[in-house]
């Protein structure tokens, strides 16, 4: 049995070869023509990529986005314990929504830390922890893990598609059989 790669190969040099002119019995015939339309559908697939290769790209980003919840959620941390500090109650709000969405989160799967950094924002966005982040001068830090986390999303949802995509088109598997038969048909 023929190797994925050696079937196009072997389907390549026989219609080039049919092609060539050297045999006009077979020039225009309906079985070349049924095996060219079906080494076309072939050629297409027997390469295609199984993953997007988006995964670095995804894997980077999400990277970015946990050191970014990283920061806040530690300096939100240490300032809530420092008593002396006028603002340090402010800190412990914001850090018990941190707690209420998951402390851990960074080491979530993708899709549910995504889903739990979506309402941590939601629930940091309100004008009354808006101005705990502004006396806390947090807004840029705030800021920035909203924005890492948008960044990753696109990548995320870009990833999801092109993942799909790839798994719409027909498998060389599928497609082998029909390529077989028709080469065999030819070659009788």
Not at 173 to 187: M, N, P, Q, V
């Amino acid at each position: 049995e023929l190797s994925t790669k050696d079937l196009a190969t072997l389907s390549q040099r026989i219609i080039n070869s049919s092609e060539s002119g050297n045999f006009p019995v077979i020039s225009n015939h309906p079985l070349l023509t049924s095996l060219k339309t079906m080494y076309a559908d072939y050629d297409e697939v027997y390469t295609k990529q199984i993953y997007s290769g988006k995964g670095v790209s995804v894997a980077n980003a999400d990277g970015k986005r946990d050191d970014a919840f990283r920061i806040l959620k530690n300096f939100l941390n240490g300032y809530r314990k420092m008593t002396t500090l006028s603002n340090y109650q402010f800190a412990e709000d914001l850090y018990q929504i941190f707690r209420l969405y998951g402390i851990d989160m960074d080491r979530e799967s993708y899709s549910k830390q995504t889903a739990q950094m979506k309402k941590l924002i939601e629930d940091l966005e309100k004008p009354e922890n808006i101005q705990k982040l502004n006396a806390l001068s947090l807004i840029t830090a705030f800021n920035d893990m909203k924005s890492k986390h948008e960044a990753f999303e696109l990548i995320f949802a870009e990833q999801a598609g092109a993942n799909a995509n790839l798994r719409m088109m027909k498998s060389a598997t599928a497609i082998r059989r029909d390529l077989e038969k028709t080469l065999k048909s030819f070659l009788n």
